[in-house]
């Protein structure tokens, strides 16, 4: 039993470890390019989505500011605070102080304009907000970020 677990876990290391393929660097770069122009033509809505898919592909913590900001000029305020507290989280000390506190201002702003929703219910549960899904386990560890008027709670 323990040789299975170490042969997984040197799988796991294996496959994890594994750099970030030319192509989707390359489509990760020509979604951030798409998003950039979207954002600049007011398009917020469909510029965090391109952001967020560049992120996907290419998970590096810099581009949870363009989420951020695009989220927060589409009033999506609630997803606005998380990519703004996960960019602080993940780019740790490598971010620059007057970044830090221009986003550390940014949350301070979104925290007054969200309300919190605390779901109770089966791990298996899946809660829709305005057409966000988030899933019972994530619904029990911490209150999901609402920016008012949430419309449809299913």
């Known amino acids: 039993m323990k040789w299975i677990s170490c042969c997984l876990m040197c799988v796991a290391i294996v496959f994890l470890n594994q ?5 989707d660097k390359a489509a990760a770069k020509e979604a951030f390019d798409e998003g950039t122009k979207l954002f600049s033509q007011k398009q917020y809505d469909e510029a965090a ?10 998970a590096t913590w810099k581009l949870l500011y363009n989420i951020g900001q695009a989220e927060a000029a589409a009033k999506r305020y609630g997803l606005a605070l998380e990519a703004f507290e996960r960019y602080l989280a993940e780019g740790g000390d490598e971010v620059e102080n007057s970044r830090r506190s221009e986003v550390l201002e940014e949350i301070r702003k979104m925290r007054d304009m969200v309300g919190d929703l605390l779901v109770k219910g089966p791990a298996d549960a899946v809660v829709s907000v305005d057409g966000v899904e988030w899933s019972g386990a994530f619904c029990r560890w911490r209150p999901q970020l609402l920016s008012p008027p949430a419309q449809n709670i299913w």
């Not at 750099?19 to 192509?23: D, E, H, L, R």
């Not at 989505?49 to 290419?58: D, G, S, T």
């Open 19 to 23: 750099p970030v393929q030319a192509g």
């Open 49 to 58: 989505e391109r952001f967020r898919e560049a992120y996907a592909l290419k």
